[in-house]
């Protein structure tokens, strides 16, 4: 994973986000990284060391996810905002108790130090891709009829102070803040409810909103508002409306696959930075060729597969060959060009 971020970083990126790190033992998956352990800091640290060497900046991904989480193996039990039952979401699904909640809060400002610690620039905050804020944004997951409910303030509470904390517990860290403007789902959340949660989120000190949309639910092999049929730039239009109500700069991704999609949505205002991800991991000379911008050079777009394993099996067209297969020497700084 060292090895990873290293290459991805010295493909001339000027920011790194990392994967989501969880902020506690509760995972997405097996092998998601932690964040919040004191053990984790060695690691981070060597992860962000590496980033920085490649002239990149590094910052970390914090989440937790809620009732997206692996089952607890005892009790096969998931923790979310209410107890209900959802179709995609097999396991029962316990309330959060207040002291809960609180906890959770603890452990974001404890993974925050860490990062601090490890020698990130910064945190990027998750209320996306299914993630536990996010699930206390909707009202489909969020049916509490206290101070954390969704009817009181949208949900928006267990945000607002753990955000607050970890702005007071890191002040020197640049604080991103990633959400899903629209959960994408029958009775699900609005666009509306979006710029409340943004200009709350600018208020309290956020540096910039990164902006997708859609509500994962249960198993990774779900549908992706970023599929093969979706067109490109697909989030920016939601990011345009986030950006016409706060004063804070917003990032968006989300299927920009070359750089006239990026450079569009740059000169139409719709956001401030252009965001990658699997972009770049279908061709990591992406940025190179968008520099050069030759016609005969074309990009490798990306095959919007519905789970992405080009980091560790190769995209589907590459025979096997993975970015571990590839001779990538020729991107290090310190190493001899090939």
Not at 14 to 22: G, R
Not at 94 to 108: K, M, T, W
Not at 131 to 140: A, G
Not at 225 to 254: H, T, Y
Request: with cysteine.
């Amino acid at each position: 994973m060292i090895q990873f971020y290293e290459r991805i970083a010295a493909t001339d990126t000027a920011v790194i986000i990392t994967e989501s790190a969880s902020v506690c033992r509760n995972k997405f998956h097996s092998r998601q990284l932690l964040g919040n352990e004191n053990d984790s800091v060695q690691g981070l640290s060597q992860i962000a060391e590496k980033i920085r060497q490649q002239g990149a900046m590094p910052i970390l991904h914090l989440t937790h996810p809620g009732i997206n989480a692996i089952p607890e193996p005892e009790t096969g039990k998931v923790y979310g905002p209410s107890a209900i039952s959802l179709p995609k979401i097999k396991n029962p699904i316990i309330e959060l108790s207040y002291n809960q909640i609180r906890q959770i809060s603890g452990f974001f400002i404890e993974s925050a130090v860490s990062a601090w610690n490890a020698g990130f620039s910064g945190l990027q905050i998750s209320a996306a891709d299914g993630s536990l804020f996010q699930q206390f944004l909707s009202p489909i997951t969020n049916l509490r009829r206290d101070d954390y409910g969704f009817f009181a303030n949208f949900g928006s509470k267990f945000i607002h102070d753990t955000f607050k904390a970890i702005r007071k517990a890191v002040p020197d860290l640049l604080l991103i803040f990633k959400i899903a403007a629209r959960d994408l789902l029958p009775g699900g959340k609005s666009i509306e409810n979006s710029i409340y949660l943004a200009k709350m989120i600018a208020k309290f000190g956020a540096d910039a909103i990164h902006v997708v949309s859609g509500f994962p639910l249960g198993s990774p092999e779900r549908e992706q508002p970023c599929g093969k049929n979706s067109p490109d730039g697909v989030f920016a239009d939601d990011a345009a409306i986030i950006k016409n109500s706060v004063d804070i700069p917003v990032l968006v991704s989300g299927k920009i696959s070359t750089p006239e999609i990026g450079e569009k949505i740059l000169k139409e205002g719709k956001a401030d930075a252009v965001i990658l991800g699997r972009t770049l991991l279908r061709d990591l000379d992406w940025l190179f060729k968008a520099r050069i911008n030759s016609e005969s050079i074309k990009i490798r777009r990306c095959m919007n597969c519905i789970v992405c394993a080009a980091a560790s099996h190769g995209c589907p067209d590459f025979d096997g060959i993975t970015i571990w297969n590839l001779n990538l020497n020729k991107y290090l700084k310190g190493k001899s060009k090939q």
